[in-house]
């Protein structure tokens, strides 16, 4: 009986960290689209383009990974300017 309960009580923790991991990988993809449309926005719309215009440009910057909307950002000047630096490739932190 202590066997079932034993493998009772792990399978309730993984579930929750599962929980955990899925919400955390939800809020990452969220910023990630969030910050593609910062910088279409900020760095690349134009007054009076139109919607279909800036959809596309959302659109090919939500294409691109996270790593390059941030350097694109970066060097668009649109982060502060006391964010740490990261050593080697933002992608693979090599």
Do not use: C, H
């Not at 493998?7 to 939800?26: D, H, K």
């Not at 800036?54 to 970066?74: D, I, P, V, W, Y």
């Not at 990261?86 to 932190?93: A, H, K, L, S």
């Amino acid at each position: 009986m202590k066997n079932l309960e034993k493998q009772i009580e792990m399978a309730e923790r993984l579930a929750v960290v599962t929980q955990q991991v899925g919400f955390t990988l939800w809020q990452l993809q969220e910023l990630e689209g969030v910050s593609a449309q910062y910088f279409v926005l900020l760095a690349q719309a134009t007054k009076g383009m139109g919607l279909d215009a800036g959809n596309a440009l959302e659109a090919k910057a939500k294409k691109r990974t996270f790593g390059a909307t941030f350097q694109e950002m970066k060097k668009a000047a649109l982060l502060p300017n006391d964010l740490p630096e990261v050593d080697g490739d933002i992608e693979t932190g090599v």
